[in-house]
T-cell receptor
Framework: DTEVTQTPKHLVMGMTNKKSLKCEQH?????MYWYKQKAKKPPELMFV???????INESVPSRFSPECPNSSLLNLHLHALQPEDSALYLC?????????????FGEGSRLTVL | AQSVAQPEDQVNVAEGNPLTVKCTYS??????LFWYVQYPNRGLQFLLK??????LVKGSYGFEAEFNKSQTSFHLKKPSALVSDSALYFC?????????FGTGTRLQVTL
């Protein structure tokens, strides 16, 4: 069983909606990540938080807004999305980001934008 | 710069036969190499990693991988495949915050 919990598992939203994806881990990890994955493709890194601070933003459009309220929680706020943003959004965590530690992934939130 | 290549989109193997999923890498310096597995509609699960040390790395679910520096390869292997091993497998390289994934290989194990 995964120790990274993502909610909701499925989300359908219109292009004018505002919604949020949530992620939680209780492994004491200090780095957390958002990835976007299209069908049959590898995950693409979106954001990295290290010690609750945004350390990497892979040129993600501003309609995606990450937030790290504390060391266990990571949110992704969604606003004015486009149909091409439909994908599986994966949260992950690791002990920290700069070494060769493995990532622990959540089950993902499958987003459909109408 | 780090990159990995998975030359096969799909690998088919009969249950009980050995399986190999190929990965080659191109990195500067000492490579950090990983294998992850993704079952349908699920997140990725870590299988094993090579950081340093023994070239043969053992991981979860009976999988192992051999780091071969001369061939710049890190192939995933299992002596006897199970139908339940059918999934999408990703090779990856780099540190946790700068992980580069391969394109993935779909493993299909049939009875």
């Amino acid at each position: 069983d995964t120790e990274v919990t993502q909610t909701p598992k499925h989300l359908v939203m219109g292009m004018t909606n505002k919604k949020s994806l949530k992620c939680e881990q209780h492994m004491g990890h200090r780095a957390m990540y958002w990835y976007k994955q299209k069908a049959k493709k590898p995950p693409e890194l979106m954001f990295v938080y290290s010690y609750e601070k945004l350390s990497i933003n892979e040129s993600v459009p501003s309609r995606f807004s990450p937030e790290c309220p504390n060391s266990s929680l990571l949110n992704l706020h969604l606003h004015a999305l486009q149909p091409e943003d439909s994908a599986l959004y994966l949260c992950a965590s690791s002990q920290e980001g700069s070494k060769g530690g493995e990532l622990f992934f959540g089950e993902g939130s499958r987003l459909t934008v109408l | 710069a780090q990159s990995v290549a998975q030359p096969e989109d799909q690998v088919n193997v009969a249950e009980g036969n050995p399986l190999t999923v190929k990965c080659t890498y191109s990195v500067s310096g000492n490579p950090y190499l990983f294998w992850y597995v993704q079952y349908p509609n699920r997140g990725l699960q870590f299988l094993l990693k090579y950081i340093t040390g023994d070239n043969l790395v053992k991981g979860s679910y009976g999988f192992e991988a051999e780091f071969n520096k001369s061939q710049t390869s890190f192939h995933l292997k299992k002596p006897s495949a199970l139908v339940s091993d059918s999934a999408l497998y990703f090779c990856a390289s780099g540190t946790a915050s700068k992980l580069t994934f391969g394109t993935g290989t779909r493993l299909q194990v049939t009875l």
